[in-house]
């Protein structure tokens, strides 16, 4: 007979899978808004296209990181090191990890040209990019990025292994991954499953977020840098 009670693990694993589809989705949607954009970007005498993607990432910031920490702490009665945001390592990364950032930005050089790279990225579309934009654009996407990170290397991925194994988990967490690229396009959608395989391993073995996090910054920030310069209407300037 099918066994349908309820046991803790279970639970916290039913909570981290809704609010991982429920928070990623009320990030992209409200990223979708423009009011918030247009009222700070009034406020502030800023160009709106910087604004609407700072916010964006801030909206990424409270729903996958601040929002999911919360329910870590309140819900799970569990500390932020056990989900990932330790600054301890159990086990350094292996050897081979350190060639992939590398291989991150040579791979990033050549393909930061493509006319299907340079639709999406940079997110900022703006014709002039100046030091305090590169900077104010950086930190958001660190900070955004730490957050994702979490709710997927730290949040789902813990969550997952109080009720299966380390593989299986894996498998689940790069399969919600992927989907949540899927808006991206087949590229990025099907790029994500080994991205996000290798990451989920990294986290496994050093026991935090921290590898995942490096190796998705550098990713998005050299992407951002190339596609700036080899964006055709696009200069960086000297100076604010």
Not at 13 to 19: E, G, H, K, M, N
Not at 154 to 159: D, E, I, P, S, T
Not at 204 to 220: D, E, R
């Amino acid at each position: 007979m099918l066994d349908l009670a309820w046991d803790r693990e279970n639970i916290n694993f039913s909570i981290a899978v809704l609010w991982g589809v429920v928070g990623f989705a009320s990030y992209y949607f409200l990223s979708k808004a423009e009011i918030p954009a247009r009222s700070l970007s009034n406020r502030l005498r800023s160009d709106i296209r910087v604004i609407r993607v700072v916010i964006q990432r801030f909206w990424g910031l409270l729903f996958t990181g601040i929002i999911s920490a919360l329910i870590v702490l309140s819900v799970f009665k569990g500390s932020l090191a056990d989900f990932g945001l330790g600054s301890g390592f159990e086990q350094l990364p292996p050897w081979w990890s350190y060639l992939i950032l590398p291989l991150i930005i040579v791979s990033g050089y050549f393909s930061s040209s493509s006319p299907g790279n340079l639709k999406l990225y940079p997110q900022i579309r703006i014709e002039t990019w100046t030091p305090c934009v590169v900077t104010i654009s950086a930190v958001s996407w660190i900070l955004f990025l730490v957050a994702y990170e979490f709710l997927f290397r730290g949040f789902l991925l813990v969550a997952s292994l109080m009720v299966m194994g380390p593989w299986s988990a894996t498998a689940l967490n790069a399969a919600l991954y992927s989907f949540a690229h899927f808006y991206k396009g087949p590229g990025e959608t099907y790029g994500a499953i080994p991205l996000g395989i290798l990451l989920c391993y990294l986290t496994l073995v050093t026991g935090n977020i921290w590898s995942a996090v490096v190796i998705h910054s550098v990713m998005a920030l050299s992407n951002e840098w190339f596609s700036i310069i080899a964006h055709p209407e696009m200069q960086i300037r000297k100076g604010k």
